[in-house]
């Protein structure tokens, strides 16, 4: 894969995740939906193990919500890529 | 379908830690041996664009939305094991930074989603391919890679005593049925469009 190709990807991927993201369906997924309709989705209502910078892909502290989650798709795009793309130089250094 | 905590007990997560760094393991170490220099990049793209569509939740039915998991598109393109290592690297992120996924669950979601999604949905295709061509090979190994997903995702839920196996088995596979639909749509048009653009990306 040449760096045009490269780059072309990348840039797909970010114009997903900046253009589209904030207008994905708000609906739960599979999962969440089973947990609701079975009544089980009290039980993931525990405080995570971790606290996460950027809880469930909305950057903090921005007013506008389709804003705050184009900022985090931006950003999460671009920590897949580089952790990819590191570990693959990493693994055939 | 990344379990959050809460889900699963410890005595249905931890074995599926070991699973997955075990895994993992093995998982790198065949990287290093087969993925070639000029897939590298592809690693960067691959991961950044399954995590960027796997944001875009599609409607699906009854206020229910699906997302694309990827594990067959990575496999298709990086072979089964950079496969599972890109959809992996997708899952860790997604859990410590997004709070997407639980830390005690990433074990089980890795197991469902890279391992299953990915490597399983990889000899899924791989065993199609020669028989049906490979459009078609693509897209069924697609919807049933989620299905054995959310199949696998029910199954350590019935064990944790979170819902019961006969309730919450079929509820899981039947919406996942109809999302693994949109899994094997987006996946084809993908693949199609490489196909087109660069041939030679595909994994052989």
């Not at chain 1, 995570?48 to 184009?70: C, H, M, N, Q």
């Not at chain 2, 939740?57 to 699906?66: A, D, K, Q, R, Y």
């Not at chain 2, 959310?150 to 350590?156: K, M, Q, V």
Request: glycine share 12%; hydrophobic share 55%.
């Amino acid at each position: 894969m040449d760096k045009n190709m490269f780059l072309v990807g990348l840039l797909i991927a970010l114009l997903l995740a900046i253009f589209l993201s904030p207008f994905a369906s708000p609906w739960p997924d599979g999962l969440e939906k089973v947990a609701e309709n079975k009544g089980f989705i009290n039980l993931g209502e525990v405080q995570p193990v971790i606290t996460s910078p950027i809880p469930d892909y909305v950057w903090p502290g921005i007013k506008s919500e389709r804003l705050a989650t184009s900022v985090a798709g931006l950003v999460g795009t671009l920590i897949l890529c580089g952790s990819g793309l590191g570990l693959g130089y990493f693994l055939k250094k | 379908m990344h379990i959050p905590d809460g889900f699963l007990t410890p005595q249905v997560f931890l074995p599926f830690w070991v699973v997955a760094v075990g895994g993992l393991g093995y998982a790198l170490k065949k990287t290093k041996q087969i993925l070639k220099e000029k897939a590298v990049p592809l690693m960067g793209v691959a991961a950044a664009f399954i995590f960027a569509a796997q944001m875009l939740n599609f409607p699906v039915i009854g206020g229910t939305s699906g997302h694309l998991l990827g594990g067959v598109l990575a496999a298709v393109l990086l072979g089964p094991y950079a496969g599972v290592i890109v959809i992996s690297l997708v899952l860790i992120v997604q859990c410590l930074v997004f709070q997407d996924g639980g830390l005690t669950t990433l074990g089980a979601n890795i197991f469902n989603m890279a391992f299953l999604g990915a490597m399983g949905g990889y000899f899924i295709y791989n065993f199609l391919k020669k028989r049906v061509g490979l459009a078609l090979s693509v897209g069924m190994a697609s919807w049933f890679s989620v299905v054995v997903a959310a199949s696998a995702c029910a199954i350590e839920l019935a064990l944790s005593g979170t819902s019961p196996f006969r309730i919450v088995l079929p509820a899981m596979v039947g919406i996942h049925m109809l999302i693994g639909i949109g899994e094997a749509i987006i996946t084809c048009l993908v693949i199609s469009f490489v196909l087109k653009v660069r041939p030679d990306l595909i994994y052989k």
